[in-house]
T-cell receptor
Framework: RKEVEQDPGPFNVPEGATVAFNCTYSNSASQSFFWYRQDCRKEPKLLMSVYSSGNEDGRFTAQLNRASQYISLLIRDSKLSDSATYLCVVNPQEERKLIWGLGTSLAVNP | ETGVTQTPRHLVMGMTNKKSLKCEQHLGHNAMYWYKQSAKKPLELMFVYNFKEQTENNSVPSRFSPECPNSSHLFLHLHTLQPEDSALYLC??????????FGPGTRLTVT
């Protein structure tokens, strides 16, 4: 099993749609989780950290499910500008480094 | 300038050349990283410096040589590279190995 696994997509959705991505991780002792966004030929940018209680930032909601070892990202009312690759990142803590998923590609269409 | 800066943004070099990539962070962070990003592969961590001390070296070939003179600057010295080393090289910084903030990257082509 890969350390961090994501469905690469692409997800093609119309503007205004709600879309959700999941990311599974293999190390049950992982403590920190993040979602990053990467636009084509640009650097990754931190979208949000994922807390045990879940967190919401505008149209974006992140959730953590420790029992099933996955995190999710929900995007409501999709905008064209949401088109990007969404990277799931896990910190196994004892390894003192971040483990990156391959990313999920999202295309929001007019 | 703010955030994390990298120079050059683009680099084309021959296999016998020697070049250096530069990274500078203006965030007051104490950890800096070099990553390699190739097409259809996850980000690959190359080196980690925490408080200027190298704490991670992920079996990177010796043709890549990092240097961290202080907690704000990081270099990646390149020599006798191979065509398969062509990739986007990203620098990042963080405070205490938490959320990382990236520079714009150097797109390297080895001919």
């Amino acid at each position: 099993r890969k350390e961090v696994e994501q469905d690469p997509g692409p997800f093609n959705v119309p503007e205004g749609a709600t879309v959700a991505f999941n990311c599974t991780y293999s190390n049950s002792a992982s403590q920190s989780f993040f979602w990053y966004r990467q636009d084509c030929r640009k650097e990754p940018k931190l979208l949000m950290s994922v807390y045990s209680s879940g967190n919401e930032d505008g149209r974006f909601t992140a959730q953590l499910n420790r029992a099933s070892q996955y995190i999710s990202l929900l995007i409501r009312d999709s905008k064209l500008s949401d088109s990007a690759t969404y990277l799931c990142v896990v910190n196994p803590q004892e390894e003192r480094k971040l483990i990156w998923g391959l990313g999920t590609s999202l295309a929001v269409n007019p | 300038e703010t955030g994390v800066t990298q120079t050059p943004r683009h680099l084309v070099m021959g296999m016998t050349n020697k070049k250096s990539l530069k990274c500078e962070q203006h965030l007051g962070h104490n950890a800096m990283y070099w990553y390699k990003q190739s097409a259809k592969k996850p980000l690959e961590l190359m080196f980690v410096y925490n408080f200027k001390e190298q704490t991670e070296n992920n079996s990177v070939p010796s043709r890549f040589s990092p240097e961290c003179p202080n907690s704000s600057h990081l270099f990646l010295h390149l020599h006798t590279l191979q065509p398969e080393d062509s990739a986007l090289y990203l620098c990042a910084s963080s405070q205490d190995l938490s959320e990382q903030y990236f520079g714009p990257g150097t797109r390297l082509t080895v001919t």
